[in-house]
């Protein structure tokens, strides 16, 4: 496990917000801190797991991002969901776009791109098993590995795609300053992130499922993702908030497990169409409200 200090600012300085155990596995007996920077207001895990085999116990095979066999109701209605994310990139690429994803997972998102008239695509992932899927089953050009460890010129992606995975790794600055290296200038970054400014922290408290202990490593308050973004040399143009409801399966799973409903808590899950069906009006009040769980930002490389 590794102490760390802040990614933005460095400073040390800091304020417990959350305490709490890993709540997709209740064999790992570890319990984790959430802090707040005092300075900059950025969020962080510390100390977090880092080792190889830590990181092995904090991702096993069942997690549900590498799900290797999404049903044909789930696919439909996460293609209908991915509709006006889809519509953002192909507004701003042209079909001999080059497009990287990095998080490519098992490769859905960037099948479906291709099927609007995006060939143009590679991804990299850290699960080799979750790459492989992706290369079998859609013949996509996955990499395994961090973007850190691919060799990506300078000036030669179009558009690059981060889709739940910013706040996953270990050092979100340096990612978004090579991101913005291998960007052309004013090409594109699009990412999705939980955002910890939602009315659903405040409903559902430790029990928010944005907080993913101990996956999630840095949650980004508005002001943070304006100077990262800064910082690397990017501007936001935009800040979408998402109508998904799956903050909200999340956080009532957690509530529901925490007060020991577990059968009920079970049902509750992003994966079962119908409880995605039973929050979906949560999910676009929240959205309208300007305070969704979840946010997707459009930043583009300044020159
Ligand atoms: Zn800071």
Aim: hydrophobic share 40%; net charge positive; glycine share 4%.
């Amino acid at each position: 496990m590794k102490e760390i200090v802040c990614n933005l600012c460095n400073s040390a300085e800091r304020r417990l917000i959350c305490t709490g155990a890993d709540r997709d596995n209740p064999d790992n007996p570890r319990i984790y801190h959430l802090y707040q920077c005092v300075r900059c207001e950025l969020v962080y895990l510390s100390p977090r797991p880092d080792t190889p085999e830590e990181l092995a116990e904090i991702y096993p095979p069942t997690y549900e991002s590498y799900m290797m066999k999404p049903g044909r109701l789930l696919m439909l209605m996460r293609r209908i969901a991915w509709r006006p994310e889809i519509a953002e990139i192909v507004a701003r690429t042209s079909p001999d776009s080059r497009i990287l994803e990095i998080g490519a997972a098992t490769g859905e998102f960037l099948h479906e791109l291709r099927k609007h008239g995006r060939p143009n695509i590679f991804g990299v992932e850290f699960s080799a098993d979750a790459a492989h899927v992706a290369q079998s089953r859609y013949q996509l050009d996955i990499r395994v590995g961090q973007l850190e460890d691919l060799d990506i010129s300078a000036n030669s992606i179009d558009l690059v795609l981060m889709r739940h995975v910013l706040e996953h790794l270990p050092d979100p600055s340096r990612t978004m300053k090579t991101i913005a290296r291998i960007l052309k200038p004013r090409g594109y970054c699009i990412f999705t992130i939980p955002n910890i400014d939602s009315h659903t922290v405040r409903i559902f408290g430790e029990d928010w499922y944005g907080y993913q202990i101990p996956r999630h490593f840095f949650l980004f308050p508005r002001h943070t993702l304006v100077r990262l973004l800064t910082m690397a040399g990017l501007r936001m143009e935009r800040l979408i908030y998402h109508a998904a409801p799956n903050i909200w399966i999340g956080s009532v799973r957690f509530w529901l497990a925490r007060r020991g409903h577990t059968t009920l808590a079970r049902l509750v899950r992003y994966t079962n169409p119908l409880a995605v069906a039973a929050f979906a009006p949560l999910g676009a009040l929240s959205a309208l409200l300007r305070s969704s769980g979840v946010i997707r930002v459009i930043a583009q490389r300044s020159m």
